[in-house]
C-alpha cells in the first residue's frame, strides 16, 4: 500500500466505511481509502485467488498489500502466521523444510488467538494490581498506626496522591532511594509495592492497547509482550509476584 499523504485528501469520504478518510491510502487504479479498513478488506481477501479494489474491482497486484501482509522470503501475498519464527508465511513458505515442524495459524485465526491471550494477560494483571494495592493500604494504615512523623512525612512528599505516584517516582533521585535504608521498614514496603503496581499497570496499558490495534502487522508485537508479561518474567517486580509463580507451578497447566 502507498501512503498518499496529500492535505488536500483529507477531507475525502472512505467508500468502505463512508467516514472522513483516516491515513488515507492510495490502489493503483487511484481510489483512496482508509488504511485500517483497506488493510481489513485485504485480510478478508487472503482467501481467495483474487486480489481487487473494493470500489472498481479492478484486480489489484500484491503490492497493493504492503511489506507488512507479504512474506520476505517470497515476496508472496501472505495467508498464515508463524509462532515460532514470528513472521508471515505465503503458501510456499509454509511447503520449506525451516517450517515444516512449526506451529502456524491462519492470520485471521492468529489475530483472534492473540487478541484473547493479550485479553486473559490484562485481566490477570489487574487481578495481581488489586492484591497489591490492598497490601499497599495495609501497609499505609501500620505506618499511619506507628505515627512515624518523619515516615509520613517522607510518604506525603515523595509519594503524594495515588494517582500522582508515577511521575513523582520517576523523579526520585538515587540519594533519596539510597535513603530508603534509613527509613521505617513500613515505608520501603509501601515505596516497592506502589513501583510494582506502576510496572504492572504499564503492562496492561500496552496490552489492551495491542488488543485494540491487533492486526497482521503486529502480531510479532503481540507475542513479545506476552513474552515481557509472562508469570516469570513478573518475580522481579516484587516477592508476592514470585510466591503465585512458584505456587501455579505446582498446579495444574493454565495459560496466563
Given at each position: 500500500?502507498?501512503?498518499?499523504?496529500?492535505?488536500?485528501?483529507?477531507?475525502?469520504?472512505?467508500?468502505?466505511?463512508?467516514?472522513?478518510?483516516?491515513?488515507?491510502?492510495?490502489?493503483?487504479?487511484?481510489?483512496?481509502?482508509?488504511?485500517?479498513?483497506?488493510?481489513?478488506?485485504?485480510?478478508?481477501?487472503?482467501?481467495?485467488?483474487?486480489?481487487?479494489?473494493?470500489?472498481?474491482?479492478?484486480?489489484?497486484?500484491?503490492?497493493?498489500?504492503?511489506?507488512?501482509?507479504?512474506?520476505?522470503?517470497?515476496?508472496k501475498r501472505a495467508?498464515s502466521f508463524c509462532?515460532?519464527?514470528?513472521?508471515?508465511?505465503?503458501?510456499?513458505?509454509?511447503?520449506?523444510?525451516?517450517?515444516?515442524?512449526?506451529?502456524?495459524?491462519?492470520?485471521?485465526?492468529?489475530?483472534?488467538?492473540?487478541?484473547?491471550?493479550?485479553?486473559?494477560?490484562?485481566?490477570?494483571?489487574?487481578?495481581?494490581?488489586?492484591?497489591?494495592?490492598?497490601?499497599?493500604?495495609?501497609?499505609?494504615?501500620?505506618?499511619?498506626?506507628?505515627?512515624?512523623?518523619?515516615?509520613?512525612?517522607?510518604?506525603?512528599?515523595?509519594?503524594?496522591?495515588?494517582?500522582?505516584?508515577?511521575?513523582?517516582?520517576?523523579?526520585?533521585?538515587?540519594?533519596?532511594?539510597?535513603?530508603?535504608?534509613?527509613?521505617?521498614?513500613?515505608?520501603?514496603?509501601?515505596?516497592?509495592?506502589?513501583?510494582?503496581?506502576?510496572?504492572?499497570?504499564?503492562?496492561?496499558?500496552?496490552?489492551?492497547?495491542?488488543?485494540?490495534?491487533?492486526?497482521?502487522?503486529?502480531?510479532?508485537?503481540?507475542?513479545?509482550?506476552?513474552?515481557?508479561?509472562?508469570?516469570?518474567?513478573?518475580?522481579?517486580?516484587?516477592?508476592?509476584?514470585?510466591?503465585?509463580?512458584?505456587?501455579?507451578?505446582?498446579?495444574?497447566?493454565?495459560?496466563?
Amino acid at each position: 500500500m502507498l501512503p498518499w499523504r496529500d492535505p488536500s485528501h483529507d477531507e475525502g469520504i472512505c467508500p468502505i466505511c463512508q467516514e472522513h478518510l483516516k491515513e488515507a491510502t492510495s490502489t493503483e487504479c487511484g481510489h483512496l481509502f482508509c488504511r485500517g479498513c483497506l488493510t481489513q478488506h485485504v485480510q478478508k481477501a487472503l482467501a481467495s485467488d483474487v486480489l481487487c479494489c473494493p470500489l472498481c474491482r479492478k484486480p489489484c497486484p500484491e503490492c497493493i498489500l504492503g511489506i507488512g501482509l507479504v512474506c520476505v522470503s517470497h515476496q508472496k501475498r501472505a495467508s498464515s502466521f508463524c509462532e515460532e519464527s514470528r513472521c508471515l508465511l505465503c503458501p510456499q513458505c509454509l511447503e520449506s523444510p525451516e517450517h515444516k515442524s512449526h506451529s502456524e495459524l491462519t492470520i485471521e485465526n492468529a489475530i483472534s488467538h492473540y487478541k484473547e491471550r493479550l485479553s486473559r494477560r490484562s485481566r490477570k494483571l489487574r487481578k495481581d494490581i488489586a492484591e497489591l494495592q490492598g497490601l499497599k493500604a495495609q501497609e499505609e494504615e501500620k505506618l499511619q498506626a506507628l505515627q512515624v512523623d518523619c515516615g509520613n512525612h517522607w510518604l506525603e512528599t515523595e509519594l503524594g496522591s495515588q494517582c500522582q505516584a508515577q511521575g513523582q517516582l520517576d523523579a526520585l533521585s538515587q540519594q533519596q532511594l539510597d535513603q530508603l535504608e534509613d527509613t521505617p521498614a513500613e515505608v520501603a514496603r509501601i515505596l516497592n509495592l506502589s513501583r510494582a503496581i506502576m510496572q504492572l499497570s504499564s503492562l496492561v496499558t500496552d496490552l489492551e492497547r495491542t488488543v485494540k490495534e491487533l492486526d497482521a502487522n503486529t502480531l510479532k508485537n503481540a507475542i513479545d509482550l506476552l513474552d515481557r508479561s509472562a508469570p516469570q518474567k513478573l518475580e522481579a517486580i516484587h516477592p508476592m509476584l514470585e510466591k503465585r509463580v512458584s505456587k501455579s507451578s505446582l498446579e495444574p497447566f493454565s495459560e496466563f
